[in-house]
């Protein structure tokens, strides 16, 4: 049996960006955790900034980015802007790959 990942978040407020720091491992089971926590939060968010730290993944699984990649890519247009922080090189060019602008 595969053991399961987890992921937790935090998800703060503050002069009109909303920020998600993320904790755990990016797979493709917890990109659909994030996803949903994002589609939670979208409602309140309308045209605010997103800003979703990923600095305390510790593991990243090309099927997670792509992902999260894609559903940030089709769903992004409900917030003003979108930015990745937290991202070591390597993993910021798999974001880029997808078109994901990373900081």
């Known amino acids: 049996m595969i ?11 503050n002069n009109g960006n909303v920020f ?13 955790e994030v996803r949903s926590t994002l589609q939670r939060i979208h409602g309140t968010c309308q045209g605010k900034t997103l800003v979703l730290d990923l600095g305390a993944i510790r593991f990243f699984e090309y099927f997670g980015v792509t992902a999260l990649s894609r559903f940030i890519g089709n769903h992004g ?9 937290g991202l070591r090189a ?8 997808f078109g994901m602008e990373c900081f």
């Open 3 to 13: 053991p399961r990942r987890h992921i937790n978040f935090k998800v703060m407020k």
């Open 20 to 32: 998600v720091r993320v904790n755990g491992h990016l797979d493709g089971t917890t990109a659909y």
């Open 77 to 85: 247009g409900r917030f003003q802007e979108i930015r990745l922080t």
């Open 90 to 97: 390597p993993t910021q060019e798999v974001f880029k790959r």
